[in-house]
């Protein structure tokens, strides 16, 4: 047996992170994590679980009442979602465009579905035809997609079209809004979405630990009424509704501490708006976008696909990737990240996203990718992207 | 759809939290929460994850190399250890003495187990004869029980005696710790527990959001070896072993600044020494219960089975629970808590954990109670409780 460890204080280098998330905290989001705590059942925290509800229901665009954060990072809403909503013998279509389609997929046999699958290419949204095609082969009960693809840096169009497929066919319709919500047009309601989840840690600037979830009464009256129970009982949004719904019933301890930040970072969404937030997720990383493009580099998507909050950038010939990622972490405490899945080797993955969305950031990841270029001997054209970069952000 | 909500600045109540937790947070955990974060695959977190990892095992007793924080409140630790520990078919042995007895047979239900029960009353512990009775009845796979019930102030004695029978059946033994961790003696090694999870906002006085969980090699070898997955994706332990073991594959967005203050919260235990710290419960814990017995009222438990970090106090005659809570509330600012389950009305559950353990805190609970119980009209000698209180505070 160990003796007492002898661990120093904690002084984690100061990085910039422009990789896929956790993204820059707001220094009010930082602040309000260390309040101290009141209890999960205290009469104040009522209140400050109906504020935080109330400022999801306004960053999803929803009116849906069923819209919580999940005592958990991303995934845990993921499985939320896709658990309480596929009940054992349940069809579920899942996309094969990406990293976390595959995901949702494996979410779903674990929880009694059979899955099967609609294609389309990494990089590249679902096509509402194959969607259609999907359907009449399989005739699904919940139809899952990605509205933005962290592994690709692809954003899913179209989705309205997707949604009256599924609703044809009496199908319920997932998203994974992860790299989405609060950074890239999501329109919950508009769009006939009837549950969507999502990280605190990406386009909200948040740190991880709570995160959004929001169903409609179809999907609740879904969960409502299932024949056997959600196969986790943490998850299980049936005794959730319990907790965050009238009854303010004991389930588990909520994490105080991320509620009062994912409140705070949702604050900071009201306060700029969230159709001018998106607009300066678009603004911002079209800098940065330009900056990559005016090297040789080009994004993994085409420009429809676009999704400014994750660009898929690249890898030039020359160099590897990993080299660089090291390089600009060494020289300028800079996260960006390497490929996912299918992509791995061929992309860097730069976030640009919630606080880390501004025009500082994004100059630094061009400045410093043209050095590390540069010093590891790529053939780009380092300085006409910084040029561009510096071009697009004096237009604006 | 809703305009952007006008939500003010956050700004909670200032609770001295001495319910069952969370407990009152240490300033320097709450600075470990602000701390800027670093990504969670950032090489500098991967020090990080390993400091926690030992403070971990140091807090726990324990030489297994597989502890970790899990990404989610203590029943999410909870269902990770029961969840993966289960298989479809396997017989679990729950308890019936407490209300996260029944909570373990629930999940592990979910997870496909055939659950059978030992029975012992609210407030008691388990008698060994009565767990070999019911290893000799079922030859339950896995057994639970819980060492400290949060719901009734119960104590687990005699645990070796519990884990050698369950081991002479080849059983699997699990430990709710949730309450005693760090607060409480604990030894997962010496005892012979093969897995035992627990919350980070009771003894350890931790924001929750990152939960303790350990499991020995054999615990280990049956998860790895599981004929079929385990039913959560979020929580399967062979998944997250890529991400906590040597590979430090991404799984899931750890919550980094969890990690932090988990890792600044178990710095405090090492600091002050794990047997230390066991003791000041008992002390602190043991001029509260001098108080509430001076005063008349009895603890639920009886002296063998006291559990220091969690006091379940009768409710006087002439007095609602609910009344003397909200007064509390109201005048001191004070959180205690009502029973749960079987004691709902009987008990209060006043907590002594962590940093919450100290004298000044003990005395203003006693000092509050003395003050409801007269405004209220309970008949009890408020003085004596008060006298009693700080006799034993000034004895140690």
Redesign the interface.
């Known amino acids: ?7 120093g204080e ?1 002084s ?4 910039t ?1 422009m ?1 896929p ?2 993204s ?2 707001h220094p009010r989001v ?16 009522v209140d ?1 679980m109906d ?1 935080t509800q ?2 999801l ?2 960053a999803f ?3 849906n009442e069923w819209t919580i954060p999940v ?6 809403a ?2 939320a979602a896709i ?1 309480n909503l596929t009940e054992p013998g349940d069809t579920f279509l899942a996309p094969t465009n990406g990293y976390f389609g595959d ?1 949702m997929a ?2 779903a046999r ?2 009694g579905g059979e899955v099967v699958r609609v294609d389309a290419p990494w990089g590249e949204p679902l096509d509402p035809a194959d969607v259609a095609d999907a359907f009449a082969e399989h005739q699904p009960d919940v139809f899952g997609f990605v509205h933005a693809e962290t592994s690709t840096g692809a954003k899913q169009t179209n989705v309205p079209e997707l949604t009256d497929i599924a609703h044809e066919h009496d199908a319920l319709v997932i998203a994974d809004t992860v790299t989405s919500l609060g950074g890239v047009e999501l329109r919950v ?2 769009w006939g979405i009837d549950a969507a989840y999502s ?1 605190p ?1 990406k386009c909200l600037s948040c ?4 995160s959004p979830l929001t169903l409609n009464d179809d999907a609740m009256d879904k969960v409502l009424s299932r024949e056997e ?7 299980d949004l049936s005794l959730l509704e319990g907790y965050w719904g009238d009854e303010r019933a ?9 509620v ?2 994912l ?2 970072a ?2 900071l969404v ?2 700029e ?2 159709e001018a937030r998106w607009e300066r997720h678009e603004r911002v990383a079209g800098a940065l976008k330009a900056g990559v493009e005016a090297m040789g580099l080009g994004l993994n998507p085409e420009d429809d696909y676009w999704l400014p909050s994750l660009n898929a950038v690249r890898v030039p010939a020359g160099v590897e990737d990993g080299d660089v990622i090291d390089y600009v ?1 060494d020289h300028y405490d800079l ?1 960006i ?1 390497s490929g ?1 899945g299918a992509l791995e080797g061929d992309v860097f993955r730069i976030g640009c996203m919630g606080h880390g969305a501004r025009p500082e950031n994004v100059t630094l990841v061009v400045a410093a990718l043209a050095d590390a270029f540069d010093a590891l001997g790529a053939d780009v054209d380092a300085a006409a992207g910084l040029a561009a970069t510096r071009e697009a952000l004096r237009e604006q």
């Open positions: 047996m160990t003796d007492a460890p002898d661990v904690l984690p280098p100061q990085r992170l990789g998330g956790p820059p905290v930082l602040k309000a994590m260390s309040t101290p705590l009141v209890g999960h059942l205290d009469p104040s925290f400050i504020e109330e400022l229901r306004y665009r929803t009116d005592s958990g990072t991303g995934s845990a993921m499985e658990g995901r494996e979410m674990r929880a309601d508009e990280g840690q740190p991880p630990g709570a129970d959600p196969r986790s009982w943490y998850l004991y389930h588990h301890t909520a994490p105080v501490s991320n009062y930040a409140r705070e949702l604050r009201a306060e708006g969230i972490l996260e990240a996912l």
